[in-house]
């Protein structure tokens, strides 16, 4: 009997996989610490479908599509929605007395003996993608927060539980009723928010009090959702548990407050940021969530175009010297900066970061959080950091004078250095720096290269269309007919994918400013930014809006899209 081929023979037999793309998956997979499967759909050589189509075939198992597949709600029943989403798992069909369910790994054997002793029946499996297994648990189970809270706050309004007193302006009351035994409803719904907020990609959580409800509402891809509101009664005992999760002073309601949660959801490590500030009606709670999966990217995965790729890869080799990377708070510069940390990390470096606060723990590299209260400031950091001899520098933010000064001595005796600025693209940054009073000089002496970016949505890839831009779109985005021609713009019609808007994920859109000898010059005298923006331009750097013109015209997102968040300034 033939030996059965494993998944990864069986794509290179279809010939949807050669072995140098295994080999660089293989790569990425052990510097970034995460599985073969996902490397390979990372890089983008096989879908998630085409692996799990693969892996049924290697197992001998059937492979199904769950796309439009409605399940009966009976069978649906048998498997509670904390067991699906937790194991991701899906029940699929009943043959005779046994159950089939959908999995994305057949051989996982804990969660098949955990199934049948639940529910004291044979499993039979077929599989599917984790993806597609995660979008039918929406699809089956229900999104909406409301939905899955509607139950537990029966179930607290039936039994009478006294969790918090909610005064007139909706503060906590003491502790002990936060705490009690009794608040067990609470909690799960609490854990369910969370859930539920990472099941749809969220990248933030907002618990917001207004006189007569809660409101709590998710930011995904950018954009805030809103879910349903829970009632007003319910605002003390939820408040005071994210507070008592953070590690908070539940007692503290007229200061602001700031706080960590780490918790662990399936096979995910979260860290959840907490930020709390008194309002009119009680107090407001944003968690930031922190997945690690996110930081764990090489710089190909970012989606530089290819001569941006090359350029920013030869920055960060240099031995000395400034790199900046700019944009407004949530535009995706921590990961950039993150992936760039990742590619020098090496045995034969030193790495020191000094961040407010630390986001994600980085393997291997010292990370200073800064505490001003106690005087650890990033000047001060930065002032130690260089007696520990690092080969690279982190600075979060070069906010004042002092820490853009230090950065810069740094750079000069040395060392290279990474750092963030709040500006609008990549020749303010200049601008900016001389405004905080460092000489004209100093930036054009230190200052090796500044990337702006931005993040924009991309066409859902399930129910994306081609699709003709009008001639209005075409001349705003300043596309001719000839360049019209050889593109492929594609739109989302909408589905259960990507919550009927037509996109899902993001991805960055760049402006790389290198400093020629011609910009150092300009800098050098004190010129406008718009001087130097125009001259970087005739260089050959691409401003934020042709960079995303560019993806766009390839289909990864829409010139909608992409005046949305970026203009064409005028020079």
């Not at 929406?138 to 039994?159: K, P």
């Given at each position: 009997m033939a030996k059965r081929l494993n998944y990864l023979g069986i794509l290179n037999k279809k010939g949807l996989l050669s072995l140098n793309q295994v080999q660089e998956a293989q790569e990425l997979a052990q510097k970034t610490n995460i599985k073969l499967s996902q490397a390979i759909k990372d890089l983008g050589y096989v879908t998630g479908d085409q692996i799990a189509e693969a892996i049924a075939e290697e197992h001998g198992k059937r492979y199904v599509d769950l796309k439009d597949v409605v399940i009966r709600p009976s069978v649906v029943e048998l498997i509670s929605e904390s067991i699906a989403r937790e194991n991701c798992v899906l029940p699929y069909e009943e043959e005779g007395d046994s159950l089939v369910v959908v999995v994305s790994d057949p051989d996982d054997v804990e969660v098949f003996e955990k199934l049948r002793f639940i529910l004291q029946r044979p499993i039979e499996a077929v599989v599917s993608s984790r993806e597609a297994i995660q979008e039918a648990i929406n699809q089956h189970y229900g999104q909406n927060v409301g939905e899955s809270a509607d139950s537990m706050i029966q179930e607290m309004t039936d039994t009478a539980i006294n969790f918090t007193v909610v005064d007139g302006e909706g503060n906590d009351a003491d502790q002990a009723g936060a705490s009690s035994e009794s608040d067990a409803p609470i909690v799960r719904l609490c854990d369910q928010i969370i859930a539920e907020a990472v099941q749809l990609r969220a990248s933030d959580i907002h618990i917001e009090p207004f006189e007569d409800r809660v409101r709590i509402r998710y930011r995904i891809d950018g954009k805030l959702v809103e879910r349903e509101a829970l009632p007003k009664r319910f605002q003390g005992a939820l408040i005071s548990r994210f507070k008592i999760l953070a590690k908070l002073d539940i007692a503290e309601r007229r200061r602001t407050q700031d706080g960590r949660i780490k918790l662990t959801l399936g096979e995910k490590e979260l860290?959840?940021?907490?930020?709390?500030?008194?309002?009119?009606?009680?107090?407001?709670?944003v968690m930031r969530i922190l997945d690690k999966d996110n930081i764990r990217v090489s710089l190909l995965q970012l989606g530089f175009a290819e001569r941006d790729y090359k350029r920013?890869?030869?920055l960060i080799q240099r031995p000395n010297g400034i790199i900046l990377v700019t944009g407004p708070t949530g535009s995706g510069k921590t990961t950039t900066l993150y992936a760039a940390l990742n590619e020098l990390n090496t045995p034969n470096r030193k790495i020191i970061t000094a961040e407010d606060p630390v986001e994600y723990y980085l393997p291997g590299i010292n990370q200073v959080e800064i505490k001003h209260q106690i005087g650890l400031d990033f000047a001060a950091v930065i002032r130690s950091m260089l007696r520990q001899a690092p080969n690279v520098i982190l600075v979060g933010e070069m906010r004042d004078l002092e820490t853009a000064s230090m950065g810069i001595q740094a750079s000069l005796t040395g060392h290279l250095v990474f750092s963030t600025l709040h500006t609008n693209d990549a020749p303010s940054a200049i601008t900016r720096l001389v405004d905080m009073g460092v000489p004209g000089?100093?930036?054009?002496?230190?200052?090796?290269?500044?990337?702006?970016?931005?993040?924009?949505?991309?066409?859902?890839?399930k129910c994306k269309r081609p699709y003709a831009p009008s001639e209005a779109e075409l001349r705003a985005a300043h596309i001719t007919p000839e360049m019209a021609e050889k593109a492929t713009f594609m739109k989302g019609k909408g589905c259960v994918n990507c919550n009927k808007t037509g996109y899902r994920g993001r991805r960055a859109i760049f402006e790389l400013m290198y400093m020629s000898p011609k910009v150092r010059e300009l800098t050098f005298k004190g010129e406008s930014t718009s001087a130097i923006r125009k001259l970087a331009r005739s260089e050959g750097m691409h401003v934020l809006f042709e960079d995303g013109i560019v993806k766009a015209m390839k289909g990864l997102t829409t010139i909608e899209e992409v005046v949305r968040v970026a203009r064409l300034e005028d020079d």
């Amino acid at each position: 009997m033939a030996k059965r081929l494993n998944y990864l023979g069986i794509l290179n037999k279809k010939g949807l996989l050669s072995l140098n793309q295994v080999q660089e998956a293989q790569e990425l997979a052990q510097k970034t610490n995460i599985k073969l499967s996902q490397a390979i759909k990372d890089l983008g050589y096989v879908t998630g479908d085409q692996i799990a189509e693969a892996i049924a075939e290697e197992h001998g198992k059937r492979y199904v599509d769950l796309k439009d597949v409605v399940i009966r709600p009976s069978v649906v029943e048998l498997i509670s929605e904390s067991i699906a989403r937790e194991n991701c798992v899906l029940p699929y069909e009943e043959e005779g007395d046994s159950l089939v369910v959908v999995v994305s790994d057949p051989d996982d054997v804990e969660v098949f003996e955990k199934l049948r002793f639940i529910l004291q029946r044979p499993i039979e499996a077929v599989v599917s993608s984790r993806e597609a297994i995660q979008e039918a648990i929406n699809q089956h189970y229900g999104q909406n927060v409301g939905e899955s809270a509607d139950s537990m706050i029966q179930e607290m309004t039936d039994t009478a539980i006294n969790f918090t007193v909610v005064d007139g302006e909706g503060n906590d009351a003491d502790q002990a009723g936060a705490s009690s035994e009794s608040d067990a409803p609470i909690v799960r719904l609490c854990d369910q928010i969370i859930a539920e907020a990472v099941q749809l990609r969220a990248s933030d959580i907002h618990i917001e009090p207004f006189e007569d409800r809660v409101r709590i509402r998710y930011r995904i891809d950018g954009k805030l959702v809103e879910r349903e509101a829970l009632p007003k009664r319910f605002q003390g005992a939820l408040i005071s548990r994210f507070k008592i999760l953070a590690k908070l002073d539940i007692a503290e309601r007229r200061r602001t407050q700031d706080g960590r949660i780490k918790l662990t959801l399936g096979e995910k490590e979260l860290d959840l940021r907490v930020s709390v500030i008194p309002s009119a009606h009680g107090q407001s709670i944003v968690m930031r969530i922190l997945d690690k999966d996110n930081i764990r990217v090489s710089l190909l995965q970012l989606g530089f175009a290819e001569r941006d790729y090359k350029r920013f890869t030869q920055l960060i080799q240099r031995p000395n010297g400034i790199i900046l990377v700019t944009g407004p708070t949530g535009s995706g510069k921590t990961t950039t900066l993150y992936a760039a940390l990742n590619e020098l990390n090496t045995p034969n470096r030193k790495i020191i970061t000094a961040e407010d606060p630390v986001e994600y723990y980085l393997p291997g590299i010292n990370q200073v959080e800064i505490k001003h209260q106690i005087g650890l400031d990033f000047a001060a950091v930065i002032r130690s950091m260089l007696r520990q001899a690092p080969n690279v520098i982190l600075v979060g933010e070069m906010r004042d004078l002092e820490t853009a000064s230090m950065g810069i001595q740094a750079s000069l005796t040395g060392h290279l250095v990474f750092s963030t600025l709040h500006t609008n693209d990549a020749p303010s940054a200049i601008t900016r720096l001389v405004d905080m009073g460092v000489p004209g000089y100093m930036v054009a002496s230190s200052v090796i290269g500044i990337m702006a970016q931005r993040l924009v949505r991309c066409v859902c890839p399930k129910c994306k269309r081609p699709y003709a831009p009008s001639e209005a779109e075409l001349r705003a985005a300043h596309i001719t007919p000839e360049m019209a021609e050889k593109a492929t713009f594609m739109k989302g019609k909408g589905c259960v994918n990507c919550n009927k808007t037509g996109y899902r994920g993001r991805r960055a859109i760049f402006e790389l400013m290198y400093m020629s000898p011609k910009v150092r010059e300009l800098t050098f005298k004190g010129e406008s930014t718009s001087a130097i923006r125009k001259l970087a331009r005739s260089e050959g750097m691409h401003v934020l809006f042709e960079d995303g013109i560019v993806k766009a015209m390839k289909g990864l997102t829409t010139i909608e899209e992409v005046v949305r968040v970026a203009r064409l300034e005028d020079d």
